[in-house]
């Protein structure tokens, strides 16, 4: 095998990637601009008010919120975040015995103290 001069290697290993990247941002630069060309523009009054699920908005968008509101976003990344962690853990469990499980036993039960003191301080309360 020759070597490769310095500058010289082309990596055409990547091209598909390249090539598909390419095709998907062609792909929503066409998309957006078609919505932006052909789509109704009919603005009305409420149409142009915010999207509150369907409600009407309450107060003023600059109000302060309740902690309870970030406790509860923190609390379902907390616990989401953790569970991601398991299914990586399920796949290779075969390969990597039982260390693992007691790891994994481990884990689990810092996490359900975690949870009963979320629970016990009533940051699951939504009042």
Same mark, same amino acid.
């Given at each position: 095998?020759? /070597? =490769?001069?310095?500058?010289?290697? =082309?990596? %055409?290993? +990547?091209? /598909?990637?390249?090539?598909?990247? #390419? *095709?998907? *941002?062609?792909? *929503?630069?066409?998309?957006?601009?078609?919505?932006?060309?052909?789509? $109704?523009?009919?603005?009305?009054?409420?149409?142009? $008010? /915010?999207?509150?699920?369907?409600?009407? *908005?309450?107060?003023?968008?600059?109000?302060? &919120?309740?902690?309870?509101? +970030? @406790? %509860?976003?923190?609390? &379902? #990344? #907390?616990?989401?975040?953790?569970?991601?962690? $398991?299914? /990586?853990?399920?796949? #290779?469990?075969?390969?990597?015995?039982?260390?693992?499980?007691?790891?994994? =036993?481990?884990? @689990? @039960? =810092? $996490?359900?103290?975690?949870?009963?003191?979320?629970?016990?301080?009533?940051? &699951?309360?939504?009042?």
């Amino acid at each position: 095998m020759e /070597p =490769i001069a310095p500058g010289s290697y =082309i990596p %055409t290993d +990547y091209l /598909p990637a390249l090539l598909l990247m #390419v *095709a998907a *941002a062609a792909f *929503a630069a066409v998309s957006i601009a078609a919505g932006n060309i052909f789509r $109704l523009r009919r603005p009305y009054r409420e149409k142009l $008010l /915010p999207y509150e699920s369907g409600n009407p *908005a309450v107060g003023e968008p600059r109000d302060r &919120f309740s902690i309870k509101f +970030y @406790i %509860t976003a923190m609390l &379902f #990344v #907390v616990f989401d975040v953790e569970a991601v962690f $398991l299914y /990586p853990w399920a796949l #290779v469990y075969g390969k990597i015995g039982l260390y693992a499980l007691v790891e994994m =036993i481990l884990f @689990i @039960i =810092i $996490l359900a103290i975690g949870y009963v003191y979320a629970w016990k301080k009533e940051a &699951f309360r939504w009042d």
